[in-house]
């Protein structure tokens, strides 16, 4: 059984900045893709950024300049640094994995944390 657990949200004001993490844990032999992914009322989920196995990252071009997703292998860790959010960033964060637990690969989602940039 795998586990991916988010922290880092909060009410940030606007032009502040916020760290997401996500903790990948259980049953692991290889994770391969890993993102985040948010979803405010009444939209659809959507890409935030992502991080491929081999480290190639992207960006939603709403995020592109503002953000940095990393990965710490070592920890099967995943980050995302948001700087100068704005209202519009308000909305659930969600993190995704790809992994492979030695009975297959299959995709991972955390609970989702909050985060809410209001003045």
């Known amino acids: 059984q795998v586990h991916l657990v988010e922290s880092g949200g909060g009410l940030v004001q606007p032009g502040g900045s916020l760290r997401l993490s996500c903790a990948a844990s259980?049953?692991?032999?290889?994770?391969?893709?890993m993102g985040w992914y948010r979803q405010a009322p009444g939209k659809e989920r959507e890409l935030v950024a992502g991080?491929?196995?081999?480290?190639?990252?992207n960006y939603a071009d709403s995020v592109k300049g503002r953000s940095t997703i990393s990965k710490d292998n070592a920890k099967n860790t995943l980050h995302l640094q948001m700087n100068s959010l704005k209202p519009e960033d308000t909305a659930v964060y969600y993190c995704?994995?790809?992994?492979?637990?030695?009975?297959?690969?299959?995709?991972?989602w955390g609970q989702g944390t909050q985060v809410t940039v209001s003045s």
């Open positions: 991080v491929t196995g081999r480290g190639i990252t």
């Open positions: 259980g049953s692991i032999v290889s994770i391969n893709d």
């Open positions: 995704y994995a790809n992994i492979y637990t030695g009975r297959g690969r299959s995709d991972y």
